[in-house]
Nanobody
Framework: QLQLVESGGDLVHSGGSLRLSCTASGFTLNYYAIGWFRQAPGKEREGVSCISGSGGSTNYASSVKGRFTISRDNAKNTVYLQMNSLKPEDTAVYYC????????????????WGKGTLVTVSS
């Protein structure tokens, strides 16, 4: 069964840090670009960051650039999202998703999704 599982969500104070993990089972992540998306209450799901299958290309939403870092360890079949200098507006459910395309597209274009992990940033 193809599955993505996110972990690492928690409640942190503004200015704090978290590292999210996205681990695949049932398939090898090497061939997939992996994206992190988030959805806050009452808002649409939005792209946060994406990393290519090789890890050679990354991109970030302007709202997180300079604060978040995406990385992957293909040997562990895992992609990470290091989140620093967290702000209350970062509060959301964070999802990872995979696509066989070279890079991530909009949420509708992703092939596999995890169930999400909740990040809450208190002010």
């Amino acid at each position: 069964q193809l599955q993505l599982v996110e972990s690492g969500g928690d409640l942190v104070h503004s200015g704090g840090s978290l590292r999210l993990s996205c681990t695949a089972s049932g398939f090898t992540l090497n061939y997939y670009a992996i994206g992190w998306f988030r959805q806050a209450p009452g808002k649409e799901r939005e792209g946060v960051s994406c990393i290519s299958g090789s890890g050679g290309s990354t991109n970030y939403a302007s709202s997180v650039k300079g604060r978040f870092t995406i990385s992957r360890d293909n040997a562990k079949n895992t992609v990470y999202l290091q989140m620093n200098s967290l702000k209350p507006e970062d509060t959301a459910v964070y999802y990872c998703a995979a696509t066989f395309q070279a890079m991530c597209g909009p949420p509708s274009g992703m092939d596999f999704w995890g169930k999400g992990t909740l990040v809450t940033v208190s002010s």
